[in-house]
Structures are given as structure tokens and as C-alpha cells.
């Protein structure tokens, strides 16, 4: 493809983006549907544009007051500052203007700082979002901030059924492709860079699913076990379905609910890979709908995995922090009490209950659990750190954090664990 209609491809597609009526990644999916005709896009070109607009979305308030110093529509502007590709390949598709330009901004580009330039340049974070990080983080912000900034690496978790880490690991050595062990998940491993591995046979038979090591970790918090009655409250695709199901070993019954049917609809080819015939998906209206009713109180285990901000996922999905507002995030927090206190009623005497999210804001975490504590005296918190060291899983403790003993919540960052930021609360039915 040549240098001049890749980068037109780039503006275009940086403009799309930045209108925010969709998610990035559908924007970018869309894009490369509806233009296959116009341009000839390949893996290479595939990759150059979908990179260029993350890091676009990454380094937004960096490149916009760059920006102010060049010329032509600015959507190509920040498609030349986001670039990602060979800077010779680039250069060919530039005028001398636009060279000239860009040598002068490559002094500021790796740091965010040099004259006239702020922290929001550095950060790239809205400043609504900033106040609630530093209280958390005090010092270690910026190293969150460093964080965001990179991709994050491809987490898959072995399917337990049907395969082994070392095997599983062999097998993808055998395809090229190095994986290491995750830290702290049992299940996990990790691989730098994004290989094709849908299209591999360690994931067509079903012996991986594609899941952060985070996602991972609040499957085993739930710890399901042999023959019990279970429900994934908030199931969407079916990730925590799928490995909840492998824990339970296929027994018992395991239901998936979520008020999108959609989202439901891409559980069943995973289904149908993982071998699990334990699981029962359900589309329900509401958190009230007549199928919750009937299960009240004859469940052992539920996860709630409320729909959040999702700002815990900011390296994959950058555009979020421009898509949110505190606005929204005051919705979500009405929406989790609710469905919390919801799914709650599914429980029998001894069951346990885990409310999770991919936030990394108090008010969609600690401020829930709490409240939700406060006004259900028959549910005990429980230490996550206790549960996952009895799992055996390595380092517990440091991921976990609370108010009193230290160890109550498991709370995620990336910037310490190399998960997406989570959240996750447990309690036990008296």
C-alpha cells in the first residue's frame, strides 16, 4: 500500500474515532469492512492503522497541543504524531512542511514535557479522572500514568478440562510463539505482541480462551466447586463463565444471565469449544426479572461482575477515558447497588456472594461493597487475601487491600500487577 494512501487511511480513521459515537474497536472493525474495496489492507496495514488510532486515543492532550503547530486538517496531523510504523515509510508521504514539523515535535514525544507544556500533556487523562487517581496513589500515579501509556499484553487462560500450561506452552514454542507463566493465576500465560491465535489449534479445540490474568483471579475468588448451583450474574460474553465452569469440573449448573441477548450470543461458539456442558445461558429483562425470583435463595455461589466505567481497562481500550464523565460514572453507581442487592437474594445460608468490576474508581468499588455491607447485616465480608492464599495463589496478599485488615478486597492495578485495574468484594450468606 503506498505511503500516501496509508496515512489518508490513518486521518480518516482518526477522524472516526475521535467523534465518539462508538467504541473504538467497533469504529476500527467497521472501518476495515467498508473501505476493504477502496483500499487493499493487509495484516501490516491492518495493524499500522488500528495502532496509530490507540495512540492517538493514549496521548490525546500531548497531541493535540502539538497539533497546534503544524498545518492541514488536524485528524492528519495526529494520525502523523501516532503514526505507528516505519518512520521512513511515513516520511514519504509527508511535505517538507510537515518534516519539518514533526523533527521539531520529536524532542517532546517519548516524555509528554518540554516548554509550554503541562501535566494533563503527560498524563493524557481527563481532569475529572485525575483527582480520584492521586488520592489513591499518591506517588505511584505517574507510574500508572506510564502504564496506560503502553498496550497491554495478551493473557490467555488454559482451558483445565482438556489441557495443561506446559502443554499448552510447548505447543505454542512449537508455533513461534513464547509464553510465559502468569504470576499469579494458575491457569495463566502470557504472551508480548498479538499473534493470530484464534486461528491456531490450541484455541480452535479449545484448550485457551483469551482472558486477562485479573479476569482470571475473580474465577477463582468465587471458587466454585463439584455439583453446585451456580450463577454468573453479568455474564456478557461468557470469559468468567467459561473458567467458573472449569473449576466446577462440568458438574452442578452454572447459569449465565445478562439483559443483552447480543452479548449472550457470543458465548455459544466458545461453549462450544470449551467442552463445558454445565452451562445454561439466559437473557433476562432485569435484575427483577421472574427467572431470578425462582432462584431465590437456592444458590451457592454468585458473581457479580457489574457493568462499570471500565476505566480499569484504559490500555486496551484508551477511548474510554474520553467516552466516560462523571455523569456516567453516577449512573453506573445507581445500576451496581442495584443489581448487587438483586443477586444477593439468589443466595442460600452459607453461599458467597463476589461483586466485581474492571474500575479502578472508589465509587464504583470500595463505596458499593461498603454500603451494600452496611445495609445487609446477614452477609459477612470476607478477606480476599485469605480465600486466594488458601487457593494457593502466589503473592495474595499484595493484591489484595482494605480498610481494616489490609487484605479485604482484592483491588488490581496495572501499574503493580500488569492486569487490567479490578476490583472485587466477597461476602458468605449467614
Not at 477502496?38 to 501490516?44: E, L, T, W
Not at 448451583?229 to 469440573?249: E, N, Q, S
Not at 452451562?279 to 451457592?300: C, S, T
Amino acid at each position: 500500500m503506498h505511503p500516501k494512501a496509508l496515512l489518508d487511511a490513518c486521518s480518516e480513521l482518526v477522524k472516526l474515532t475521535l467523534k465518539f459515537d462508538h467504541p473504538a474497536d467497533s469504529v476500527v472493525s467497521h472501518y476495515f469492512r467498508e473501505n476493504r474495496a477502496k483500499y487493499a489492507f493487509g495484516p501490516r496495514e491492518r495493524a499500522t492503522l488500528a495502532e496509530t488510532v490507540y495512540t492517538v486515543l493514549r496521548k490525546k492532550l500531548l497531541f493535540d497541543a502539538l497539533a497546534q503547530g503544524g498545518s492541514g486538517p488536524k485528524e492528519r496531523r495526529l494520525a502523523i504524531l501516532g503514526y505507528h510504523g516505519p518512520r521512513d515509510f511515513l516520511a514519504a508521504a509527508l511535505t517538507d512542511n510537515e518534516k519539518a514539523w514533526l523533527q521539531a515535535c520529536d524532542a517532546v514525544l517519548p516524555t509528554g514535557t518540554g516548554p509550554g507544556l503541562l501535566d494533563m500533556h503527560r498524563h493524557n487523562l481527563p481532569d475529572w479522572l485525575v483527582q480520584p487517581l492521586k488520592a489513591q496513589l499518591g506517588n505511584e500515579f505517574w507510574a500508572l500514568v506510564d502504564s496506560l501509556a503502553r498496550s497491554a499484553p495478551l493473557d490467555l487462560r488454559v482451558n483445565m478440562l482438556n489441557a495443561k500450561r506446559p502443554q499448552v506452552q510447548a505447543e505454542l514454542a512449537k508455533e513461534g510463539i513464547k509464553a510465559s507463566l502468569t504470576p499469579h493465576s494458575p491457569w495463566g500465560l502470557r504472551i508480548d505482541g498479538k499473534p493470530a491465535i484464534n486461528k491456531m489449534d490450541v484455541f480452535t479445540r479449545g484448550a485457551v480462551e483469551v482472558q486477562d490474568e485479573g479476569s482470571q483471579l475473580l474465577a477463582l475468588l468465587l471458587d466454585a466447586k463439584r455439583g453446585e448451583m451456580v450463577v454468573d450474574f453479568c455474564a456478557g460474553a461468557g470469559g468468567k463463565t467459561l473458567a467458573i465452569g472449569a473449576t466446577m469440573r462440568n458438574t452442578g449448573r452454572l447459569y449465565a444471565f445478562d439483559t443483552s441477548a447480543h452479548r449472550l450470543d457470543a458465548l455459544k461458539p466458545r461453549l462450544a469449544r470449551s467442552g463445558l456442558s454445565n452451562v445454561h445461558p439466559a437473557a433476562i429483562a432485569h435484575e427483577r426479572d421472574d427467572r431470578i425470583k425462582r432462584l431465590a435463595g437456592k444458590i451457592d455461589r454468585v458473581l457479580v461482575d457489574a457493568p462499570c466505567s471500565g476505566l480499569g481497562t484504559l490500555r486496551r481500550n484508551p477511548d474510554l477515558k474520553w467516552r466516560q464523565s462523571p455523569k456516567s460514572v453516577e449512573e453506573m453507581v445507581v445500576k451496581q447497588t442495584a443489581i448487587l442487592q438483586s443477586a444477593a437474594r439468589l443466595l442460600k445460608p452459607g453461599g458467597r456472594l463476589v461483586y466485581a468490576t474492571c474500575s479502578i474508581l472508589p465509587a464504583e468499588n470500595e463505596a458499593i461493597a461498603q454500603a451494600f455491607s452496611e445495609v445487609n447485616s446477614d452477609f459477612t465480608p470476607l478477606p480476599a487475601a485469605e480465600i486466594l492464599s488458601n487457593l494457593e495463589v502466589q503473592g495474595a496478599a499484595g493484591l489484595c487491600s482494605g480498610p481494616v485488615t489490609g487484605t479485604e478486597y482484592l483491588r488490581l492495578w496495572p501499574h503493580r500487577h500488569a492486569t487490567d485495574g479490578f476490583f472485587a468484594a466477597t461476602w458468605e450468606k449467614k
